[in-house]
């Protein structure tokens, strides 16, 4: 059995994965307005990617005999200056995300509940990659600059972005 503490510090994972997710949508919204379909694109998938972590989180607390509680998301930030931007928001998201997960798996190890620290460890390996995938996108939009033929080919590349097979998301 999950010790309540576990419970509550899960719970509030699920809320950030529902917020990340939710961020990710409002900046699709924004390439969508901005006539950038397939940086939209590539934030769709990864809104959706977002909902899966918080299914992963949802299913082990059930699973644990735990109960998951649902907490409010506040409103995501909606407008950028540029593409840049966003991705740099995107960014210091993850890094967020990482923060929690590693807060977490920390008190897994102080509460000696091993199969929460198993569980975590996927994360710990995604944390690495939405990381390196932000930090790639960040690198190739300040090479594009203001460049609008340059940016228009990453949109294109953006938008060649497909969702990863079920589980691996
Ligand atoms: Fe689920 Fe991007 O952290």
């Known amino acids: 059995m999950l010790s309540q503490k576990l419970q509550d510090a899960i719970n509030s994972q699920i809320n950030l994965e ?3 997710s939710y961020a990710y ?5 924004h390439f ?7 940086m939209a694109n590539w934030m769709r998938i990864q809104a959706n990617e977002e909902t ?13 005999g735990g109960k998951v509680v649902l907490k409010p998301i506040a409103e995501p930030r909606h407008d950028y200056e540029t593409p840049l931007a966003v991705f740099e928001d995107a960014l ?11 807060t977490l798996y920390g008190l897994a190890q102080a ?13 710990i390996n995604e944390q690495v990659e939405e990381e390196a995938n932000a930090t790639t996108a960040i690198d190739q939009l300040k090479m594009a600059a203001n460049n609008p033929s340059a940016i228009l080919m ?3 590349m953006f938008g060649a972005r497909v969702p990863e097979a079920a589980g691996a998301e």
Request: hydrophobic share 45%; with cysteine.
């Open 25 to 29: 949508l409002a900046m699709a919204a």
């Open 154 to 156: 990453l949109d294109q």
């Open 111 to 123: 509460e000696i509940d091993y199969p929460t620290q198993v569980m975590l460890q996927w994360f």
């Open 52 to 64: 899966s972590h918080a299914m992963k989180l949802f299913d082990y607390l059930c699973e644990r």
């Open 92 to 102: 210091h998201h993850e890094q967020t995300v990482t923060a929690s997960i590693n």
């Open 18 to 20: 529902m917020a990340s």
């Open 32 to 38: 969508e307005a901005n006539s950038l379909p397939g």
